[in-house]
């Protein structure tokens, strides 16, 4: 009878297969990252320098 | 006139360095952004503006000890000139930098400035984003003690609950700001991360819930890598419903989208979520299937690690079918590349399932062939091993957890 006993013993040690591997990659959102841009602050301070060279050519005429 | 040539100079190096990275090309933007520096500017504004681009491209080349100097440097700079929204955005980007440092505790005061000033100036967009954040924090928080126990989604210690609740409080007044907002895509991304709180949490409905949404804006955008993440988060939520079929066909559809996206780590991931599902649902031939797959890929990637667990899973498949040679020759590889990686946990396995194998063969093995007995063996739970030697990234996340019988009785 104990033979009987551990035969079902084994077979969960042998087969293993609820205690399985389960992959958990937990797939996240990116990340949201605050954005500063020269570009734009570039084009109205262009536009200032722009209009400053002109007018000093002008006035240099 | 000097003068006038170095600040010319200085915003020509700072615009390509934003063309580049706006392009995708971080790494050359980040030359052009350092020389703009060397140069240098009278102007703090464009400084600034150099400076928080800095810190996000080193951001995104995942060079945080770089990108947490410039953001700060961005912050002194932002409350030295009195730009309150510059300091705002400044602290934002120190925040989400210090969260993926490890550093909870100081991201948290960053990214609740970051929430304070947007509400002073009545941002509304900029309160939402601060929210995410914030949300993104707790949760990182949460994982990162919960992850570095042995514990199942649902079964967390008080402190871990406390930041996933947290987590997903914060989500959810976001999703209110951006649903007022009409912004579809942070809709998305709140869904998405507020389905991962509730999943770790334990509350797998909402999970699928949130993760549904995640999937219809994702589909609304064409947004296949958004898709394909939505796939597989319900694919995780479902096998914790004990739906294994729906969880099933989720994998498969993060497969079939993986193959699209040509991501052969993903496409390996998704063979070995499959794999598992289809050994919880006792079909053992597809799930040999699947892990062959997965460790054809993983061979492929030359990811030991990776080709560790599949043999180790291929080894139980063949068991459970009764076919113990090849049950035999996966474990032995299994114990090969457990003591290549120095997984001992591994090696302890792969020693048991190879002597409990000789024995229904009926081989005779020698006493230094280190037969264990069952009190040596600590656990079938690898969660706890920290193996990094060959891993791939995707494997990073890759989480081992046990799957009681007794739970797997109450699902059915």
Not at chain 2, 163 to 176: C, G, I, P, S, V
Not at chain 2, 238 to 264: H, M, V
Not at chain 2, 266 to 293: F, R
Request: proline share 1%; net charge negative; with cysteine.
């Amino acid at each position: 009878s104990s033979a009987s006993q551990q035969a079902p013993e084994l077979q969960s040690k042998v087969v293993p297969s609820k205690q399985i591997l389960h992959s958990d990659s937990m797939e996240m959102e990116p990340e949201t990252m605050e954005t500063k841009s020269v570009t734009e602050y570039f084009s109205k301070l262009h536009m200032g320098s722009a209009i400053y060279s002109c007018t000093t050519k002008r006035r240099s005429k | 006139h000097v003068r006038y040539r170095m600040e010319a100079s200085c915003l020509e190096l700072a615009l390509e360095g934003e063309r580049l990275c706006k392009a995708g090309d971080c790494r050359a933007g980040v030359s052009f952004f350092e020389a703009a520096v060397q140069v240098g500017t009278e102007d703090l504004k464009t400084l600034s503006a150099i400076y928080s681009q800095l810190g996000n491209a080193y951001f995104y080349l995942h060079e945080y000890a770089k990108a947490l100097e410039y953001h700060h440097h961005d912050l002194t700079l932002a409350r030295t000139i009195g730009d309150q929204l510059g300091e705002a955005k400044a602290s934002g980007n120190l925040g989400n930098t210090l969260k993926v440092l490890g550093n909870f505790e100081e991201a948290i005061v960053c990214c609740q400035r970051h929430l304070d000033i947007s509400r002073d100036l009545g941002d509304k967009v900029g309160e939402a984003r601060a929210l995410y954040n914030l949300g993104n924090v707790y949760h990182s928080k949460g994982k990162s003690v919960a992850c570095a126990g042995t514990h199942d989604p649902g079964e967390f210690p008080d402190d871990v609950k406390t930041a996933l609740r947290k987590a997903a409080d914060y989500y959810q007044e976001n999703l209110t700001i951006v649903t007022e907002l009409g912004d579809r895509a942070a809709q998305g991304r709140a869904y998405g991360n507020l389905g991962n709180t509730h999943y770790l949490l334990g509350n797998f409905r909402s999970a699928v819930t949130a993760h549904e949404q995640r999937l219809l804006i994702a589909k609304e955008f064409g947004d296949r890598a958004a898709e394909r993440r939505a796939y597989s988060n319900l694919g995780n939520a479902y096998i914790f419903l004990g739906e294994f079929e729906t969880a099933a066909e989720y994998y498969k559809k993060t497969l079939q989208l993986a193959r699209q996206l040509k991501d052969r780590a993903v496409e390996a991931q998704a063979c070995y979520s499959l794999g598992n599902t289809y050994t919880l649902l006792q079909d053992y031939e597809k799930a040999i299937d699947y892990h062959l797959k997965h460790l054809a890929i993983a061979e492929e990637l030359n990811d030991r690690i990776g080709e560790g667990r599949a043999c180790w899973s291929l080894g139980n498949a063949c068991t459970a079918l009764g076919n113990h040679d090849q049950a035999m020759h996966y474990a032995e590889k299994h114990l090969d590349i457990s003591r290549e990686v120095g997984d001992k946990t591994g090696e302890l396995t792969a020693k048991l399932n190879l002597s409990d194998l000789q024995m229904v063969l009926g081989l005779s093995f020698s006493t230094n062939n280190s037969m264990m007995t069952e009190n040596q063996i600590p656990d079938y739970n690898l969660n706890g091993t920290k193996q990094r030697l060959g891993r791939r990234h995707s494997m990073e996340k890759l989480e081992l957890m046990k799957l009681t019988p007794e739970k797997v009785q109450d699902w059915n």
